[in-house]
């Protein structure tokens, strides 16, 4: 989970890097601000950010490099050395190469007498940092305009500052270096930061992927620009905590059970009776009433034990169609624990020709990689190995820009993709919203099943698909957020969220 501080005002949105940098002059100058301006902005607007959360720091490291991520770190040695803290500036670049408004602002900063080192003249090494014993070091080596591979000189930078992270907090100026801000990639090596203060608005790729490793806790400084630049430059990147979530479903006094619907869910192959039960009770926790399983028939007594509510559906194809559940259901839930022999087949192929709302999870995903079906009315739920066979690429492939292969994959299938991980993405083809929720406790068999669950109750019970997905979603990792600040994180069961669910979908926050 990344908590955020944001200002809850402002439109939900989240831009590329090169939005921000081919837009962010032409907003400062609609706003008759210039970028030099902008530079003394930004640094002192992480530089009040430092006196507002470590009143104590008597000592700082700023790491610059040559572009304007280190003219904003020269401002922040300024204001910080006028303020009376004991100010060093590493320069990870010769001065020779500083040009434009960072040259300016290095300027201004050598005119202070503050204590300047230059890489080439003394290497940055975890003696020189266990020696000086900086309260926190100021990440302003790149910016968002980064991408690839760090350089091998300046990996080793990266490398002693996150060695030092028991000495030192660490605050990144944009983005952590070595982070791709589009795509939340790490291509080598990043600085692994507390705290990020993105500037003007959000990064998309702090939000997702790999970016929970190295982001921190992440703020943003709009610096006066913030509005204008989300009302100027249309996004369709969104991102979702808890304040612009879709509205709980409503229950009226006179429902009953026929009115929300039944949910027919096929998995639990032979050896595998776990993930449909999962699944199915995740569902009757999130409010769907009427709950079918159709499991390989040596499974029916594990999958029914201890939870009566639940119905079972004969797992005969032929009596399967003649028996009722598989016309009446709603809403169908296709994968969890089905396996991939000539049982699961079978079974995957009839559910796969009807033309019922669908949530399709697990081993099914991997059916239908083969088959390479278009439906509007199914949601995806791939983890990064399914999503890689759904697009047939990589692994790699998909973690290096998850936002393109979230899109594609809802593009290619058709209905709304859910692309799970840290900061899952949930994408109809056309817009994509970053979830919030979630910790790294969620790491344990079962979670997906628990999910596929929850998003197949919300489709009977919300009209709008996407809706239902953006909900369920959150919900899942909202769940998993209240048990970690209860029990912690380690050992946390795909079980031990369902009180926590049935809370959430009854109690709005």
């Not at 790491?63 to 280190?70: A, D, L, P, R």
């Not at 979670?447 to 998003?455: E, T």
Request: proline share 3%; charged share 15%; with cysteine.
């Amino acid at each position: 989970m990344l908590p955020i501080k944001i200002t809850a005002s402002l439109p939900q949105k989240a831009y590329s890097a090169t939005q921000v940098l081919s837009n962010e002059a032409l907003v400062a100058r609609q706003n008759n601000i210039s970028m030099l301006e902008l530079m003394e902005t930004a640094g002192a607007a992480v530089f009040a950010h430092i006196k507002a959360h470590y009143k104590s720091c008597q000592s700082i490291l700023v790491i610059c490099g040559k572009g304007n991520n280190g003219g904003d770190g020269f401002v922040i040695a300024r204001l910080a050395q006028q303020f009376g803290i004991k100010v060093t500036v590493y320069l990870a670049a010769n001065s020779t190469k500083l040009q434009g408004d960072a040259l300016t602002k290095f300027r201004q900063l050598e005119q202070k007498n503050t204590t300047i080192i230059q890489k080439h003249e003394h290497a940055l090494t975890t003696d020189f940092l266990t020696e000086n014993n900086f309260t926190l070091i100021i990440d302003a080596l790149f910016g968002i305009g980064f991408k690839g591979e760090l350089p091998k000189d300046l990996q080793s930078i990266v490398k002693v500052v996150n060695a030092n992270k028991l000495v030192s907090k660490v605050i990144s100026v944009d983005v952590p270096s070595g982070l791709n801000a589009t795509t939340g990639h790490v291509c080598t090596d990043a600085i692994i930061a507390d705290e990020t203060i993105s500037l003007i608005v959000i990064k998309q790729g702090l939000l997702t992927g790999q970016a929970a490793n190295y982001v921190g806790v992440l703020y943003l400084a709009e610096l006066g620009l913030g509005t204008s630049f989300q009302s100027t430059l249309v996004s369709n990147i969104q991102w979702q905590n808890a304040s612009q979530l879709p509205n709980n479903p409503q229950r009226k006094q006179t429902a009953h059970k026929g009115n929300i619907g039944l949910l027919l869910a096929l998995g639990g192959n032979v050896g595998m009776p776990g993930a449909i039960r999962l699944a199915s009770e995740a569902a009757l926790r999130t409010g769907a009433s009427l709950v079918a399983v159709c499991c390989h028939e040596n499974n029916q007594a594990l999958v029914f034990n201890g939870r009566p509510e639940l119905m079972l559906t004969t797992d005969n194809l032929e009596s399967l169609v003649l028996g009722g559940h598989f016309e009446k259901a709603k809403v169908l839930l296709l994968g969890p624990g089905l396996g991939k022999d000539s049982w699961a087949k079978e079974h995957f192929d009839l559910f796969i020709k009807s033309n019922k709302a669908s949530v399709v999870d697990a081993d099914a995903l991997n059916l239908l990689s083969e088959k390479q079906q278009y439906r509007n009315n199914w949601v995806l739920t791939p983890h990064p190995s399914e999503a890689a066979k759904l697009l047939k690429c990589s692994v790699a492939d998909i973690e290096q820009d998850r936002f393109t292969a979230v899109t594609q994959i809802a593009q290619k299938y058709g209905g709304v993709c859910v692309l799970k991980g840290a900061g899952s993405l949930i994408s109809d083809g056309q817009t994509t919203w970053i979830n919030t929720s979630g910790n790294a406790g969620m790491a344990s068999g079962g979670m997906g099943d628990v999910l596929s669950g929850i998003i197949a109750a919300l489709l009977l019970q919300l009209p709008d698909p996407l809706s239902a997905v953006r909900l369920a979603v959150y919900i899942h990792g909202k769940a998993a957020d209240e048990v970690a600040k209860k029990h912690g994180m380690i050992g946390m069961l795909a079980s031990d969220l369902f009180a926590e669910i049935q809370q959430l979908i009854n109690v709005p926050e």
